[in-house]
Every structure is written in C-alpha cells, then in structure tokens.
C-alpha cells in the first residue's frame, strides 16, 4: 500500500487543469471512501472528502484513509467537515444518503461553480436535488459496497462497475463524463461514460428495491435472503413491478435485474453482504426507502402502474423506523 503525501494547511486556488484534476467527495462514508481511496492514488488527481463525520474527518487527516478487504489501499485525502474549506474543483462525487444530497451539496456548491457533479448514490431523485444547486449534472450507478468499521477505515466488501451519463434535464458535457470516468476506471473503479444512464440506474433500483427491504426486515444477507424460495420469490414479484414502471417511462434497462440479484448471491460475491439498509436498521439509522421503493411506487403513480408491493414493503420498512421513537 502506498500513502501519498499531502499538504496540510496549503491554501489551494482555482483549478488547474493542464496540473491535475481535481475531485471532491460529498459525503465520505463507505462507498464515497472506496471512490476518495482508489482516485488518491493518481499522481493526477487530487482528492478532497466533505463529510460531517468529525471522528472520520479527523482520522483520515491524521493516519489517512485506509481501505481493506476487495482491495487495499492506503491513502491520502483533504478530509474536512467544514463545506467552506473545499476549493474550486473539476467534479464533485456525491455519495451520502439520498436524504441528504440536498444538503450536502447545497453546503458545497460553491466549489462546483465551474464544476460538473456526479450522483453515485442509490434511490431515485438525487440528480434533481443536485440539480438545484449545481449547473451540470451527471446521472451515476455504482455496485461497490462496503461499510464504514472505525474512523478512516472501511471495509471493501463487494467489487463492481459504475456507470455515468449526463443527467438529461441539466447535462455536463460528454467529454466531461468521460473525464471522470476515465479517472474512476484508472483508479481501480470501473467506470463506462454512456449516452443515456436511466437503464443502468433503473437496474440498480429496482435490484435495491427487490432486495435491500427483505433483508432489512428480516436480517438476512443478500444471500440468504435469496436462498429461501418464499422471500426469492417475493423478491421476483417486486422486480416485475419495477420493471413495468420503467418501461412505462420507456427506460430501457441495460440486463435483468433478476440476473443480478441471483449473481450476487453467490457465494464468491455478496452472499454474506449486509445491504446498507439492513446496516442502517441495525444502527436504527433512518433508511433510504423513500428512495427506493417509495421512488418506484411515486413514479408509477406518474405513469398509472399499480406497484402494491412496493407500496407495502415501503409501509413496513416506515413501520420498523416509527418503532425506534414510539
């Protein structure tokens, strides 16, 4: 593993970008840390990470980020919590949960002013709250997976490719999207620049839809979850319904979710994985449900699709959250 140097305290002005790139993380929990690791480790990128995390914040300033398990890397990161202290940068990869994208970049905006920002977080929504605050938007999925296990140290759970195109309503430019994804794939982060990323990130959310809930209910694993022919088959009925909701918006989706779900079942590859909202019920954390099955259901009430699965899983997993503070 190799730390790269940092300079600590330097005041750092506009962007230069015949030097390097520069990118900032929003939101630096686990799977922004796979992303602000793998990039620090170009000699032509250099990383910054917003998170209000103080204990992570300081930790990755202090012994710098380390990132264990899939891959190792050790690296070094601007890490603050302060929004003001991020200067002028190339891109933004926001990564927190959906319920705080606007926030997160709203604090941050400043520094995307001649900037592009890319979504890489789950659920459906997030492009249009970013969208508010910043002027080019880029539309993200991402498969890796990890969790947060001590300030500045993750565990790399599962490996996996990212997608990005712009975001049609507020694009970035093409050339931009491949810029970054350029970044991420040399990184280590497969990343594919695509026309038009609403089949990638439909594919993700009508997998995360289909699966995240059950396991937050029940407290099984990806795997586990999938193994049982009673849930494997409410499973299959939640992505039928997702996929109707799609193609009513005329979304092409780029594989079947259901070859996903069953290929990160596998032993080898995220059978023993804690989706984050199981992670996020056992720390009796808010959940992204709004998000995901809550997204599903709102865009199909859009479109006249009946998703009451959806509607139900939604409803169960806002019971198991009201139960925390009753």
Not at 250 to 274: N, S
């Amino acid at each position: 593993m190799r730390l790269r140097p940092t300079v600590q305290g330097q005041t750092l002005g506009p962007v230069q970008r015949d030097r390097l790139l520069r990118i900032c993380v929003v939101g630096c929990g686990a799977v922004g840390s796979l992303f602000a690791a793998n990039l620090a480790q170009l000699e032509d990128v250099e990383v910054w990470a917003y998170d209000l995390d103080r204990a992570h914040v300081g930790a990755i300033n202090r012994d710098g980020l380390h990132v264990s398990g899939a891959g190792d890397v050790l690296a070094r990161v601007h890490a603050t919590d302060e929004a003001g202290d991020v200067p002028p940068c190339d891109f933004g990869i926001v990564a927190t949960k959906a319920m705080h994208t606007d926030a997160a970049v709203a604090a941050t905006a400043r520094a995307f002013a001649d900037g592009a920002v890319a979504s890489v977080q789950n659920g459906l929504g997030n492009e249009d709250a970013i969208a508010r605050h910043v002027q080019r938007v880029i539309r993200g999925t991402t498969f890796p997976a990890g969790r947060l296990v001590a300030p500045g140290r993750v565990q790399w759970d599962v490996k996996g490719d990212t997608t990005l195109g712009p975001f049609e309503p507020q694009p970035a430019s093409l050339d931009e999207v491949e810029r970054l994804a350029d970044a991420c794939t040399r990184a280590g982060m497969p990343t594919a620049a695509v026309d038009d990323a609403r089949g990638p990130q439909w594919r993700k959310v009508i997998f995360n839809a289909a699966t995240n809930p059950l396991g937050a209910l029940t407290g099984l694993t990806h795997g586990r979850v999938c193994e049982r022919t009673d849930l494997r088959a409410l499973v299959s009925m939640l992505v039928v319904e997702g996929k109707a909701v799609a193609s009513a918006q005329a979304i092409e989706l780029d594989a079947d979710p259901e070859e996903l779900i069953d290929h990160a079942a596998r032993k080898d590859v995220a059978y023993d994985h804690k989706a984050s909202m199981l992670q996020d019920v056992e720390a009796r954390r808010a959940t992204e449900i709004d998000f995901l099955n809550g997204g599903i259901v709102r865009a199909g009430r859009d479109h006249d699709v009946s998703t009451p699965l959806n509607e139900a899983v939604w409803a169960l997993v806002k019971g198991l959250e009201a139960s925390w503070t009753s």
